[in-house]
């Protein structure tokens, strides 16, 4: 296996990434294919999802639409650390296309909501927290 695929995903980020799902409360079985896709089933939806792992410093929409034509519609793209962000743009068409598009501090709360796609955290006040990125790609 190489260290790195086409989308420069480091085989230690892949491994973190495949940790945090098989830990979570929610996770059921578990699979990994193409190197950055993975089948999960969550236990209280009794659904399948499909996650693709990525590390973006900012995912935009080309991006976006980049790994829907490598990998099929996926349920969840992960994007990476809270470092990491995505344009409204992006975020946008992901939400009408029900696509989940998060950062690591979103995914757990995403794995746990049955409209995993709309899920977002909140800050005191109840406000959605959106992870934008200033940079436009």
């Known amino acids: 296996m190489s260290e790195r695929n086409s989308w420069g995903v480091s085989f230690s980020h892949i ?3 495949e940790r945090l799902l098989s830990a979570h409360g929610n996770c059921g079985t578990l699979s990994r294919h193409d190197d950055l896709v993975f089948e999960l089933s969550r236990k209280r ?3 399948q999802l499909s996650i693709v792992c990525l590390n973006e410093y900012t995912m935009g929409l080309t991006a976006v639409q980049r790994v829907i034509h490598e990998f099929g519609k996926p349920s969840i793209i992960y994007i990476g650390g809270g470092w990491c962000g995505y344009t409204e743009q992006a975020k946008q068409f992901c939400l009408s296309e029900r696509i989940g598009l998060y950062v690591t501090n979103e995914m757990s709360g995403a794995l ?3 409209e995993y796609w709309a899920y977002h955290q ?3 006040d109840g406000n959605p927290i959106h992870h934008l990125s200033r ?3």
């Open 122 to 124: 909140r800050d005191k």
């Open 112 to 114: 746990w909501a049955t």
């Open 45 to 47: 939806q009794a659904d």
């Open 135 to 137: 940079d436009q790609a």
């Open 15 to 17: 491994s973190w990434f």
